[in-house]
C-alpha cells in the first residue's frame, strides 16, 4: 500500500496537527472573549470589535475629533526635568519652612489642609515648582495663588518644594491601588484611551510632575477634574489631563475623587 502524501487529508500526523490546530483557536476564542470578560465585571461588552480590542488590549479606536490639540497650542512655560524632582536641602527645607507660614491659612500648619485647598504635606516637590511657575505665567489661574506666586523668587519656590515634599504625607495614605478602588485608578479603561490613574499618580508608577493624590479634598478633585474636563483649567502639557476627563462621567468623576479624598 501506497505511503499517504504529506499534505493528504488521509496523513495521520496533518490530520492531528489541523485537530489541534482548531482545539487551540476554540480555546482561545473561549477564554479571551467569555471567560476572561467574565473575571471584569466592571466591563460591558460594546459589540464584537470592542471585545476584540479588549482582548488584544488595544482601544478600539485612538482618539476622536474632541481630542485637544496639542500643535501650537500654549499650556504651560514649565519643562520638567529630573533635577526638579531631587530631595532638597536641609537648609533649603529650613527656609521654605518659614516662607510656608504664609501659606498656613489654606494649606495647613504641617502641609494638611483643613479646607478645600489641596495637601502639600509629602507632595512631589517638582508638581509644587511647576505649578507655582504656572499661577506666576498665568497659565493657572487663582486670584490668591497668583498673587502669592508673584512674590516669590525661583530660589523661594524652590525651597517651598523642599520643605512640603520634606514633610510625612497623611497616615493611611496607599501605596498601591487597592482592591476596591474604582477600575479606572487600576486598569484605567483602554477602550476610551483613559490610562490608569496609578500609572502616573502612584501606586503602579508615578510620572514626573503628576501629584500625590491620596488624602486630598473630594471637593477639591472633582472641581480639578472638571475644570480639565470642559477646559477651563490648561495647564496640562499637550492637554494630557484633559484629554483623560473629557471622557468621564460625572459619576466617574465624584467616584475618583471619593476614592482618593478616603480617609
Same mark, same amino acid.
Given at each position: ?7 493528504? %487529508?488521509?496523513?495521520? =500526523? ?20 467569555? =471567560?476572561?470578560?467574565? !473575571?471584569?465585571?466592571?466591563? #460591558?461588552?460594546?459589540?464584537? =470589535?470592542?471585545? /476584540? ?7 478600539? @479606536? %485612538?482618539?476622536?475629533?474632541?481630542? &485637544? ?5 500654549? #499650556?504651560?512655560?514649565? &519643562? ?12 533649603? &527645607?529650613?527656609?521654605? *519652612? ?21 495637601? $502639600?504635606?509629602? !507632595? ?19 486670584? /490668591? ?66 501629584? %500625590? ?24 502639557? $499637550?492637554? @494630557?489631563?484633559?484629554?483623560? *476627563? ?18
Amino acid at each position: 500500500m501506497d505511503e499517504p502524501a504529506l499534505f493528504s %487529508w488521509r496523513n495521520p =500526523w496533518l490530520r492531528r496537527s489541523m485537530l489541534s490546530i482548531c482545539a487551540l483557536i476554540v480555546v482561545s476564542v473561549l477564554v479571551g472573549f467569555v =471567560w476572561l470578560p467574565s !473575571q471584569h465585571a466592571d466591563f #460591558t461588552a460594546q459589540g464584537i =470589535w470592542s471585545s /476584540i480590542c479588549r482582548a488584544a488590549g488595544a482601544p478600539s @479606536q %485612538w482618539g476622536d475629533k474632541q481630542d &485637544v490639540p496639542t500643535a501650537g497650542i500654549h #499650556t504651560t512655560n514649565v &519643562v520638567l526635568n529630573e533635577t526638579m524632582g531631587r530631595a532638597g536641602t536641609e537648609t533649603a &527645607v529650613g527656609r521654605g *519652612a518659614t516662607l510656608a507660614l504664609q501659606c498656613t491659612i489654606c494649606h495647613g500648619a504641617r502641609g494638611l489642609s483643613q479646607t478645600d485647598a489641596p495637601n $502639600l504635606a509629602g !507632595q512631589y516637590p517638582e508638581v509644587i515648582i511647576k505649578q507655582l511657575a504656572d499661577y506666576r505665567a498665568g497659565d493657572r489661574i487663582s486670584a /490668591i495663588m497668583q498673587a502669592f506666586a508673584l512674590r516669590l523668587s525661583a530660589n523661594d519656590v524652590r525651597e517651598l518644594a523642599a520643605y512640603y515634599a520634606y514633610l510625612p504625607r497623611m497616615k493611611g495614605a496607599a501605596v498601591d491601588p487597592e482592591p476596591e478602588a474604582p477600575a479606572l485608578v487600576r486598569v484605567g479603561d483602554p477602550m476610551r484611551n483613559i490610562a490608569p490613574c496609578g500609572a502616573c499618580h502612584g501606586g503602579i508608577d508615578h510620572k514626573l510632575g503628576a501629584p %500625590w493624590l491620596d488624602g486630598m479634598s473630594k471637593t477639591y478633585l472633582v472641581a480639578q477634574l472638571t475644570a480639565f474636563a470642559s477646559g477651563e483649567r490648561k495647564n496640562d502639557s $499637550l492637554g @494630557q489631563m484633559r484629554n483623560m *476627563a473629557r471622557r468621564l462621567s460625572p459619576g466617574e468623576i465624584e467616584a475618583l475623587a471619593g476614592y482618593y479624598a478616603r480617609p
